[in-house]
């Protein structure tokens, strides 16, 4: 379901709304953060994490204007799964600096390399970054935007029980992780059946 403006508050109202509806956003993506090794996460976005972004970015722009309310919601939309499918932000952390950017050197065209397993079913690759090239030709970004889209054999066989992986093959970098069942059943609502 795609983000109208009917479900956001003004800018007033979300001041008053603000600490409680972050309480529950937390909360709600927690279960849906995958960790693959120590510096790479990926953040599954759907309705309420994109009302939440969409809120946020309203009160620190300060965005009041409906043409330009209706811009953010337009642009976040695209972040929302569509039943289909899972989307996720990809993000590549390091503290130190020089670090991250050896890192990003040595990762280039990692978000090429990041896999959903269902089981029973043929291994996926996520598509990413739609809507611009994040990665030049010596480094990867540090932010990337994927979606992994399912056939209808794998929302079957993910609705039926499926057990899922997701992870990283790549040349410098291979990681796997099974899915909790709190992040598979958050993730499954993502699904249309």
Do not use: C
């Not at 953040?43 to 946020?56: A, C, G, P």
């Amino acid at each position: 379901m795609k983000l109208q403006r009917s479900d956001l508050w003004s800018l007033e109202d979300y001041a008053v709304e603000r600490e409680s509806f972050r309480a529950n956003v937390i909360s709600h993506k927690k279960a849906r953060q995958v960790l693959l090794g120590e510096h790479v996460s990926l953040h599954f976005e759907d309705h309420l994490t994109m009302q939440y972004q969409v809120q946020e970015m309203l009160r620190v722009e300060r965005i009041f204007e409906a043409d330009a309310i209706q811009e953010e919601i337009d642009t976040y939309n695209e972040l929302i799964p569509d039943g289909t499918n899972w989307k996720a932000t990809m993000l590549i952390e390091y503290e130190d600096p020089t670090e991250r950017q050896e890192a990003l050197v040595r990762l280039h065209g990692i978000e090429d390399h990041i896999w959903v397993d269902v089981e029973g079913q043929e291994r996926l690759f996520a598509i990413a970054n739609e809507d611009m090239d994040r990665s030049n030709e010596t480094k990867t970004a540090a932010v990337h935007f994927l979606r992994f889209e399912f056939p209808t054999s794998h929302r079957k066989a993910l609705k039926d029980g499926g057990s899922v992986q997701i992870g990283i093959d790549n040349s410098v970098l291979n990681y796997s992780v099974s899915l909790s069942d709190s992040t598979r059943s958050s993730l499954l609502q993502d699904l249309a059946d």
